[in-house]
């Protein structure tokens, strides 16, 4: 429709057309835009054929201002450039065309920088500086100035949302393995970009993409092994990382308690629940049901009971959690009378069951797992 | 607080529409870099203009294999107003078959030419020949005034279809936006009216339904190219302030009671747009009522994404959609004239004649 875009080759080389410029090409990096898409926009912008060489894959693309791959005719290059990522080439790009034009150098400048961002983007190994970037990012006390700043450094946008992830290492695993791992797979399935640090037996994972929480939720599900214990913090505008941080850490404590088996906790699934993780360890521990199930767990076979109650809390019924516990269900039957008896609450009653599925969240949530504290 | 909305300083004050966390295709987010858009959308003589500059500053359209004329309305044989023809020169021999467009611009704003680019392509690709009028625009000539251009031009390529060497039996209708509204009226009409047989009704983000009574209506108040706004002001330019409660289905195809024995159907729609869900709401209607429709909605986009960035991978593929239902009605229609392959989208047809650059424009 020749009606509604400006065509730079029309506009005066002021300010404002080279300000549009930067800002097309800002779009296409935010956007994660594929190699494809830069080059397809860069010949529309340039009205020519743009062309770029990946020397690592060996790989030429050219597309002409069509959109159409390889065009067969070559006119000379009026413009080109190497693509350099942390300083060492991988690259070249460049404009075809029979004249030059104003905004030539200016397009080809900018066509480097972004596809060097995008193949930088594209690899997942942390860079020297990161942990201690990510850190100040999630960390309390940085100033806003700081924050942004990091996370600018960092190669995310800073206006947009991202979230961070928890991991906790289960039973000193190894962690910086597993936070590798996540990052390639959250790189490779969704195009997100990952920066971790790992602070002991916890890490932190910054993450920016257009996932939503389940599907990052399932990516996360896929790669991990059980080595740590995954927490999916909200989605948040970049300068409120601290909260998606807390978020995830405190999903990371429901791991094996609430709401789901196996894999990641979600903060946002956990709704209202997420607020038992605030009740402090000792209220928890003298509170006379929990001090129950803590003691019913010290004796034989008590132990089992007690992870029993847990299945039937996050299953709901005797069938699903045997299912998951691989006992019959008359087994599950069993073990929860022994939990009944214990705690001097019938299951069927609606008012003993809260009451026991409390208890089993708050004895899990204090006893199991990774202990709370940022 | 729309994210990334507000311009940072020194920017020029085109308008960055995004809303809330809205993410648009990464070519299509970046295309509105470039968009010229009056401060006052509701200006209409600002729009007018906007149009003009825009067309007159675009590349120059040079297709060698397509011959584009304009033949004048007002005469006794001739178009009830201007028409711009695109013929593909090196045509086989016969008559071709033809597609009536109707350009986009809220019924009040535009002209033939801006949609030069579409017309041109698919004239040289699908062998077609592309029959565009210029309509009368609203306020000054509100409904029916465009309709009826639209629908008396239909009437006048069927009976002058031997003089023009077109194929009655093969013409096809299609329109962008408010011309989608034009398209499906015309379809309408016919059907009721017993007019000229239609092959195929191409509907691009078409407009449909003055009642704007949708969750995409109510909630794009200010999204690119097209917003909630805008849709309002358009529809009383269009039908009046002082709407009768009965709106013709010919000015709001979605009033038609029956979309029974329609011509088969492909509808676009785009996802961040007002008009998104009373489109879907018209094909899934079309497909009720029994209509051959085939129906592509496209996350991440603005309305008419793939007329106003035609280079994007995603406007390419809505291209070749179009390119590949042309042909296939074509052949249906003269099963044993050949097919010749045209550029496609992103490399998928081989060209045989007016290859990619030779016979295409190159940059002036």
């Known amino acids: ?374 | 607080m729309a994210e990334g909305a507000s311009p940072k300083p020194g920017q020029p004050r085109h308008r960055r529409r995004r809303r809330g966390e809205a993410w648009f295709d990464a070519e299509l987010s970046a295309a509105i870099a470039f968009f010229d858009t009056p401060d006052d959308l509701l200006d209409i003589e600002a729009q007018r203009e906007s149009f003009r500059r825009n067309y007159e500053g675009a590349r120059p359209l040079s297709m060698t294999g397509v011959e584009v004329l304009d033949i004048p309305g007002g005469t006794s044989e001739g178009p009830p107003v201007r028409v711009r023809i695109y013929r593909p020169v090196h045509a086989p021999e016969g008559a071709l078959p033809a597609m009536l467009w109707l350009h986009g611009g809220a019924f009040s704003f535009a002209f033939a030419e801006i949609d030069d680019d579409i017309c041109s392509r698919l004239a040289l690709d699908a062998g077609y020949v592309l029959v565009s009028p210029d309509y009368r625009l609203s306020p000054e000539h509100p409904f029916p005034a465009g309709i009826d251009d639209a629908y008396r031009t239909l009437e006048w390529m069927a009976a002058q279809a031997t003089r023009m060497g077109l194929d009655p039996g093969c013409i096809v209708v299609g329109g962008s936006s408010s011309g989608g509204a034009l398209a499906a009226a015309i379809c309408l009409r016919a059907r009721d009216e017993h007019g000229p047989t239609i092959q195929l009704q191409v509907l691009s983000c078409p407009v449909t339904d003055d009642r704007m009574d949708s969750p995409s209506m109510r909630t794009y108040d200010d999204t690119p190219v097209f917003d909630q706004v805008q849709a309002a002001a358009m529809w009383d330019r269009y039908l009046g302030t002082d709407r009768p409660p009965d709106v013709s289905p010919f000015a709001a195809p979605a009033r038609a009671r029956s979309l029974a024995d329609l011509p088969p159907a492909y509808v676009v729609t785009a996802h961040h747009d007002p008009l998104r869900d009373e489109a879907l709401r018209y094909a899934m209607r079309l497909i009720a009522a029994g209509n051959r429709t085939e129906l592509h909605h496209f996350p991440d986009t603005f309305h008419s994404f793939d007329l106003v960035v035609p280079t994007s991978g995603l406007s390419l593929r809505v291209y070749s959609d179009y390119l590949a239902i042309l042909r296939r009605v074509r052949a249906d229609a003269a099963p044993s004239a050949p097919v010749e392959a045209g550029r496609g989208a992103e490399g998928t047809d081989v060209p045989e004649y007016g290859p990619t650059t030779s016979a295409r424009s190159r940059t002036a």
């Open chain 1, 1 to 374: 429709m020749r009606g509604l875009l400006l065509r730079l080759s029309a506009l005066d080389p002021d300010a404002g057309a080279s300000l549009r410029l930067i800002d097309y090409y800002d779009e296409l990096l935010a956007s994660r835009a594929s190699l494809d898409a830069i080059v397809r926009a860069t010949a529309a912008i340039a009205e020519c054929t743009a062309g770029v060489r990946d020397d690592q894959a060996g790989h030429v693309t050219r597309i002409d201002l069509h959109g159409i791959r390889s065009p067969a005719v070559m006119a000379p290059v009026v413009a080109e450039q190497k693509v350099l990522v942390e300083g060492a080439p991988v690259g070249r790009v460049w404009l075809e065309r029979d004249q030059s034009h104003a905004f030539d150098e200016m397009v080809i400048e900018r066509m480097a920088l972004t596809v060097a961002a995008r193949w930088a983007a594209r690899s997942a190994t942390a860079r020297p500086g990161d942990p201690a970037l990510v850190e100040l990012v999630i960390s309390e006390t940085s100033s806003e100035e700081d924050r942004h700043r990091a996370v600018r450094l960092l190669g995310f946008t800073p206006d947009r949302h991202l979230r961070v992830l928890a991991a906790w290492s289960n039973r000193g695993a190894d962690l910086a393995g597993a936070v590798r791992m996540l990052s390639t797979g959250m790189a490779d399935s969704g195009g997100s970009l990952a920066r971790a640090v790992v602070m002991g037996e916890r890490a932190a994972i910054l993450e920016q993409s257009s996932q939503s929480t389940e599907e990052i939720r399932k990516v996360v599900g896929g790669v991990t092994d059980g080595t740590a214990s995954i927490g999916v913090g909200p989605r948040v505008p970049a300068g409120r990382a601290r909260e998606s941080w807390v978020g995830a850490a405190t999903a990371a404590r429901f791991v094996s308690v609430w709401p789901r088996a196996e894999g990641p906790v979600a903060f946002e699934e956990l709704g209202a629940i997420a607020c038992l993780a605030d009740v402090p360890r000792e209220v928890a521990l003298v509170n006379s049901d929990v001090q129950i199930l803590e003691q019913h767990a010290g004796r034989t076979s008590g132990r089992l009971d007690v992870e029993t109650l847990l299945a039937f809390v996050r299953d709901g019924s005797l069938r699903t959690a045997a299912e998951h516990q691989h006992m019959h269900h008359s087994s599950i039957a069993n073990r929860l009378r022994h939990i009944e008896e214990a705690l001097g609450i019938g299951l069927d009653d609606p008012a003993g069951r809260v009451r026991a599925q409390t208890a089993a969240i708050l004895w899990g949530l204090n006893t199991m797992g990774p202990s709370p504290g940022t």
